[in-house]
């Protein structure tokens, strides 16, 4: 039996047709719903638009691969879980696609993204999973036996850019504003990691795709093969990106082999996240999963 996943991320809308555990078809496009609304605790009617088309089109390729409506699971995260718009949006796309969403909670989707970066890789000691969105971020200490802590924090990348991204370049006045944030915002986790004591940063998906695109392109001159879901990533290596893009406009980071038109200027705020993160909780050793939330449903599904 086919099934349908979709994930209705803030700033991407992700597409994953699986027959048992096997993966037939995947993409992923913008449909930046957070863009112009997020702020505000709406969705915009021009991110209702670009939802809309993006779900007709997915709607089109669920037919073609012969998967039935009721064999769809599609999930709402931070910009529609916190829309005042919600139900007239989950209403119109159900109206004009046939497509139910479910929205879930923050806890609900960190422990569906380490339930598909556990499908993607091992994690035999203590480690903490950090999943950045462009709505909320989720932390998950964890290692393979169990979760010992977990949170959503409301402060994704659409939100970050919003606050702090004033110039293209970034001043270095708003990343040392966005420290500051992240010290006030972030207090649970850094309490959570004086507890657990996590070395190893597990960065599932987005921006640090990004990332690993850009280390492969610079080391190999190609791109990681579609197969290769799990990466060691070196510290070096992160502080070299940083600073590719902290110091570069948007024209200069496209040119950078590896970059996407998609990630190219979140992936700023990103990576001021997570260099805060690796420096001010004592991260050793960073690991990239290219799996998380829709992989996690997929297990779900399979359980």
């Known amino acids: 039996m086919r099934t349908a996943i979709i994930d209705l991320g803030t ?25 112009g609304g997020i702020s505000k605790g709406v969705i915009s009617e021009e991110g209702i638009q670009r939802a809309l088309g993006v779900l007709r089109s997915f709607r089109e390729i669920i037919d073609t691969q012969s998967v039935s409506i009721e064999k769809v699971f ?13 139900e007239v949006f989950i ?3 159900l109206d004009e696609t046939g497509i139910k969403i479910q929205v879930i909670s923050g806890e609900e989707e960190a422990e569906l993204i380490s339930l598909g970066v556990k499908q993607a ?10 999943d950045i969105g462009g709505g909320s971020v989720e932390f998950i200490i964890c290692n393979d036996e169990k979760i010992f802590w977990k949170q959503s924090f409301e402060i994704g990348g659409q939100r970050l850019m919003d606050k702090f991204m004033k110039s293209d370049p970034i001043s270095m006045r708003s990343v040392q504003m966005m420290d500051d944030f992240f010290r006030e915002n972030l207090l649970p986790l850094a309490n959570a990691c004086h507890q657990y004591a996590p070395k190893v940063l597990i960065g599932s998906s987005g921006s640090f795709d990004t990332l690993i695109d850009m280390q492969y ?9 579609s197969d290769e879901i799990a990466f060691e990533y070196s510290l070096p290596a992160f502080y ?7 110091f570069k406009n948007h024209p200069e980071r496209m040119q950078i082999p590896g970059m996407i038109e998609l990630r190219v200027d979140m992936i700023v705020v990103a990576i001021c996240m997570i260099r805060f993160i690796i420096q001010t909780l004592d991260i050793e050793r960073i690991r990239v999963s290219s799996y998380a ?11």
């Open 11 to 35: 700033n991407t809308f992700h597409l994953m047709i699986v027959e048992g555990s096997e993966i037939l078809f995947k993409t992923s496009i913008p449909a930046k719903i957070g863009m």
């Open 74 to 86: 599609a999930t709402g995260t931070s910009a529609i879980r916190n829309a005042g718009n919600q």
């Open 91 to 93: 209403q119109r796309v």
């Open 121 to 130: 890789m091992k994690i035999p000691e203590t480690s903490m999973i950090m």
């Open 217 to 225: 392109m610079k080391e190999n001159g190609q791109l990681p093969a």
């Open 240 to 246: 070299w990106a940083y600073d590719e893009l902290i």
């Open 293 to 303: 939330l829709k992989e996690g449903v997929m297990a779900k599904i399979l359980r």
